[in-house]
């Protein structure tokens, strides 16, 4: 034992050689680093074969650690460890063959020993794998921390001048181009992270730049303006998005997408709307006391009709909808034109509005857009 103890040089020299041969990656390590590698792996085989196996005591456990941890550092993965450890390994075997067969040990102890000796080479390995796997959760756990602050930042507006610029680097974001804020809203609380991943995907599918997170109940994010073209990004959440803008202005946009997301949720509309799509509807949900008011002169009355009520409103929704235009309406509604046109008159014998008049029309449909609110506020918070 103490033999093959003593047999680091030789068998560094052509461990070196190979590794540097055959593994052009190892050339991120010294020969110094290899080196100590192949007294730790030999101090490992000897304390096993000694102890027939016994457990590995701490001091050369901490040695393997540190060393998994130099690799990981030179960016060598899991597979290439392997790889590396393999040809250390057999060098190892092949110095203890090579010993036993001076000191003219028997075949079945050769072999009894080279089955523990590889019971050596499963403790590294299984450490290798457990500790590169330890190190990339923390590593995805630091680059989610990290994009997680720079959203945040983002949303704040607390980063400008050369700090943005240099966060805006690392996700690959031109500061000069344009971007939009997003925010978005699963169905189920616990979809936000899938939400998330499918967002980040779909925005960038065409090579162009987004970065979206969780925040909250929300996944939230900044995408290039070009990406917005693609439609269908999550047809079962609710997806704001905000005018584009320069990414030092992204806050306003943020701001304009958060409005928008309530304004979904509100009214539980799924899909991806931006500005032109709500237009003056964006504005419709700010003042309360003025929607009492347009709903009591112009939905109201519809009351005294307790059957007939419900189908009118809908008629006059439809009726807006297609731009007045009573064919198209009545066929959207599946009825007849005629009976599209007495519902609007009977309406009109109960209102008292002027269906031709741009004041009643305004009033009207700023009314029936109010109406449309109808999910609890606690749910519109963003």
């Not at 680091?8 to 390590?29: H, I, N, P, Q």
Request: net charge neutral; aromatic share 4%.
């Amino acid at each position: 034992m103490d033999a093959l103890l003593a047999s680091d040089k030789e068998v560094f020299a052509g461990v070196d050689r190979r590794l540097r041969g055959e593994l052009s990656v190892y050339e991120r390590v010294g020969a110094e680093a290899i080196r100590r590698s192949v007294q730790l792996n030999l101090a490992l085989t000897v304390h096993v074969l000694r102890t027939e196996g016994g457990s590995v005591p701490r001091e050369i456990m901490d040695r393997l650690d540190a060393i998994i941890g130099e690799r990981i550092q030179a960016g060598i993965t899991t597979e290439q460890m392997i790889q590396g450890h393999n040809i250390v390994m057999g060098a190892i075997l092949a110095r203890f063959i090579e010993l036993g067969e001076q000191r003219q040990v028997s075949a079945e102890v050769v072999l009894a020993s080279s089955q523990l000796l590889w019971r050596a080479s499963h403790v590294v390995l299984q450490r290798s794998t457990s500790l590169m796997q330890q190190r990339m959760v923390e590593i995805a756990m630091r680059e989610q921390s990290h994009r997680d602050g720079f959203v945040r930042a983002l949303v704040a507006g607390r980063l400008a001048g050369s700090a943005l610029e240099a966060e805006a680097l690392v996700y690959r974001l031109d500061p000069e181009l344009p971007y939009v804020g997003l925010r978005a809203r699963p169905r189920r609380p616990a979809d936000a992270e899938g939400l998330c991943r499918s967002l980040q995907d779909h925005y960038t599918r065409g090579g162009e730049r987004a970065v979206v997170t969780v925040l909250g109940r929300d996944c939230v994010g900044v995408v290039s303006a070009a990406s917005r073209a693609s439609a269908g990004a999550a047809p079962d959440a609710s997806v704001a998005v905000g005018p584009p803008v320069r990414l030092a202005d992204i806050s306003a946009s943020f701001a304009v997408a958060g409005r928008i997301l309530a304004w979904m949720l509100r009214r539980a509309e799924h899909g991806t709307k931006g500005p032109a799509d709500l237009s003056w509807r964006l504005l419709v949900d700010d003042d309360r006391d003025l929607n009492a008011r347009l709903r009591a002169r112009y939905l109201d009355p519809l009351a005294q009709e307790p059957t007939l009520g419900a189908l009118i409103e809908e008629s006059l929704r439809a009726h807006l909808a297609h731009d007045r235009n009573v064919a198209r309406a009545a066929d959207h509604l599946v009825v007849h034109p005629n009976t599209l046109r007495y519902r609007l008159r009977r309406y009109a014998e109960l209102t008292g509005v002027d269906l031709d008049s741009t004041e009643d029309l305004v009033g009207l449909a700023w009314a029936l857009e109010a109406a449309r609110a109808v999910v609890p506020t606690d749910n519109d918070e963003v």
